[in-house]
């Protein structure tokens, strides 16, 4: 019997940002960082008759990368949504079956369509079989609602455990999805149907990655890492005795639950990102129960007590800003210390609550998706003009370079906006390069 040929799965991850960010710096990270989850899910859940590549932030393009009739399923991000759809241009050009997915075309699913044959809406996990049945017939239907999966984690688990370990810890472990907050600007907002991977589970990938890693860092990409308090303490206990070191997003409550705090410094972590978007906690529904940035600031020596390094993430733009807020702001971050600071421009991102208030109000100015990356002002501030706040904006981030010790980033970027605006014609040029 004639054994049947694999038919072929391209699953991509496209690149973000201008010449130098998506060209040079990117290249670097990929050292580092792996493709998202969301594509190691699809190839764990798609038969073994399907012959997988997965692109991340992939450079150039060869000939070969586009093999017709393909299925090619494509994840986007708004900030690098204009990349996905040159990508999948190409490939409906080449002839092959354009699927995809993510925050982005979730929203808007109808502007994607033009550019693919269909759009997974949602999260892909309940549908994935679906898709892949009715490309085998060849009749994809243009779009797919995902509904959230409890096992989410467990259905992917024997295909993770398959990854050497250095891939392992470059993709990152998800313990949980969804947040316990519902930040208007956040495109996670919304997703409150919390779930938790099972502990023993998590347990073994970290041990699969240390398996091969002497002393690894591992990171945990949960959009809050402390989202439940009891699951994210029983967490830390069970990697107290796994002697590795860790990174993860939390929110700043941590601070305040001394156990989980300890066992967190126990466990190995080394860094957490924290949300603080503003310094005024008592103006966001997630920090109202702290009043003013003196509360922040006895939170962050508690971390920093227990040797624990602060990436802060701060926003300018909010309705309530001033110019002597942000005058405040630098203050609070020569105050505060952190070990690196990422700062970016309040943008209402397609599907968030923020977009369709300020959609509503008509004070968005540019739906030039290249442009929602933070560092552009798109929509109309209330208390001074988009030139005055991207001119703070710029400021501020000048002299945040001097207040934390991690400024490399920073100074990449700035370095890219700057030849990006020199020579803007190499954008398309580049990216036209096929080998």
Same mark, same amino acid.
């Given at each position: 019997?004639?054994?049947?040929?694999?038919?072929?799965?391209?699953?991509?991850?496209? !690149?973000?940002?201008?010449?130098?960010?998506?060209?040079?710096?990117?290249?670097?990270?990929?050292?580092?960082?792996?493709?998202?989850?969301?594509?190691?899910?699809?190839?764990?859940?798609?038969?073994?008759?399907?012959?997988?590549?997965?692109?991340?932030?992939?450079?150039?393009?060869?000939?070969?990368?586009?093999?017709?009739?393909?299925? @090619?399923?494509?994840?986007?991000?708004?900030?690098?949504?204009?990349?996905?759809? +040159?990508?999948?241009?190409?490939? !409906? !050009?080449?002839?092959?079956?354009?699927?995809? &997915? &993510?925050?982005?075309?979730?929203?808007?699913?109808?502007?994607?369509?033009?550019?693919?044959?269909?759009?997974?809406?949602?999260?892909?996990?309940?549908?994935?079989?679906? %898709?892949?049945?009715?490309?085998?017939?060849?009749?994809?239907?243009?779009?797919?609602?995902?509904?959230?999966?409890?096992?989410?984690?467990?259905?992917?688990?024997?295909?993770?455990? +398959?990854?050497? *370990?250095?891939?392992?810890?470059?993709?990152?472990?998800?313990?949980?999805?969804?947040?316990?907050?519902?930040?208007?600007?956040? %495109?996670?907002?919304?997703?409150?149907?919390?779930?938790?991977?099972?502990?023993?589970?998590?347990?073994?990938?970290?041990?699969?990655?240390?398996?091969?890693?002497?002393?690894?860092? @591992?990171?945990?990409?949960?959009?809050?890492?402390?989202?439940?308090? &009891?699951?994210?303490?029983?967490?830390? +206990?069970?990697?107290? *005795?796994?002697?590795?070191?860790?990174?993860?997003?939390?929110?700043?409550?941590?601070?305040?639950?001394?156990?989980?705090?300890?066992?967190?410094?126990?466990?190995?972590?080394?860094?957490?990102?924290?949300?603080?978007?503003?310094?005024?906690?008592? +103006?966001?529904?997630?920090?109202?129960?702290?009043?003013?940035?003196?509360?922040?600031?006895?939170?962050?020596?508690?971390?920093?007590? #227990?040797?624990?390094?602060?990436?802060?993430?701060?926003?300018?733009?909010?309705?309530?800003?001033?110019?002597?807020?942000?005058?405040?702001?630098? @203050?609070?971050?020569?105050?505060?210390?952190?070990?690196?600071?990422?700062?970016?421009?309040?943008?209402?991102?397609?599907?968030?609550?923020?977009?369709?208030?300020?959609?509503?109000?008509?004070?968005?100015?540019?739906?030039?998706?290249?442009?929602?990356?933070?560092?552009?002002?798109?929509? #109309? *501030?209330?208390?001074?003009?988009?030139?005055?706040?991207?001119?703070?904006?710029?400021?501020?981030?000048?002299?945040?370079?001097?207040?934390?010790?991690?400024?490399? *980033?920073?100074?990449?970027?700035?370095?890219?906006?700057?030849?990006?605006?020199?020579?803007?014609?190499?954008?398309?040029?580049?990216?036209?390069?096929?080998?």
């Amino acid at each position: 019997m004639t054994e049947q040929p694999k038919k072929d799965l391209i699953l991509i991850n496209p !690149k973000c940002g201008g010449i130098i960010v998506r060209n040079i710096t990117l290249p670097f990270l990929k050292l580092f960082f792996g493709p998202p989850m969301s594509l190691l899910t699809l190839a764990a859940l798609t038969p073994k008759d399907y012959n997988i590549r997965i692109f991340n932030l992939k450079t150039f393009w060869r000939k070969e990368d586009f093999p017709q009739g393909a299925l @090619v399923g494509i994840t986007s991000y708004t900030k690098n949504v204009k990349q996905a759809y +040159r990508i999948a241009d190409r490939y !409906k !050009k080449a002839g092959c079956h354009v699927v995809m &997915g &993510g925050p982005h075309v979730s929203a808007l699913p109808e502007e994607a369509l033009a550019h693919c044959h269909s759009v997974v809406i949602g999260e892909a996990e309940s549908v994935w079989p679906n %898709v892949l049945e009715d490309h085998k017939k060849g009749k994809l239907n243009e779009t797919y609602s995902g509904t959230p999966v409890a096992d989410w984690h467990t259905r992917a688990f024997d295909y993770l455990l +398959r990854l050497t *370990p250095r891939q392992l810890q470059h993709a990152g472990i998800y313990a949980s999805r969804g947040c316990k907050y519902n930040c208007d600007y956040c %495109v996670v907002a919304g997703r409150k149907d919390l779930r938790f991977a099972p502990c023993n589970e998590v347990i073994q990938l970290v041990e699969r990655i240390k398996s091969g890693i002497r002393k690894p860092v @591992v990171l945990f990409n949960d959009d809050n890492i402390f989202t439940s308090p &009891g699951y994210a303490k029983e967490l830390f +206990r069970r990697l107290v *005795p796994l002697d590795i070191r860790w990174h993860a997003l939390s929110s700043i409550d941590i601070a305040l639950d001394e156990e989980a705090l300890e066992l967190a410094r126990k466990s190995g972590c080394i860094s957490l990102q924290i949300g603080f978007e503003s310094i005024h906690p008592n +103006r966001l529904l997630k920090a109202g129960y702290l009043s003013s940035s003196a509360d922040y600031l006895r939170l962050i020596r508690k971390i920093r007590k #227990k040797k624990i390094r602060i990436i802060g993430c701060f926003m300018m733009g909010f309705d309530y800003d001033t110019p002597l807020d942000y005058l405040r702001l630098l @203050v609070f971050l020569a105050q505060a210390r952190l070990f690196h600071i990422l700062l970016g421009i309040l943008t209402p991102f397609p599907g968030t609550a923020l977009y369709f208030k300020l959609l509503k109000e008509k004070r968005i100015t540019s739906f030039d998706w290249g442009q929602y990356e933070v560092f552009h002002v798109v929509f #109309k *501030p209330k208390n001074m003009s988009a030139f005055a706040l991207r001119s703070w904006f710029m400021f501020v981030r000048i002299i945040s370079l001097f207040l934390a010790p991690l400024t490399l *980033p920073f100074a990449l970027i700035a370095l890219y906006e700057v030849v990006t605006k020199l020579i803007p014609f190499a954008e398309e040029w580049f990216y036209q390069i096929t080998f």
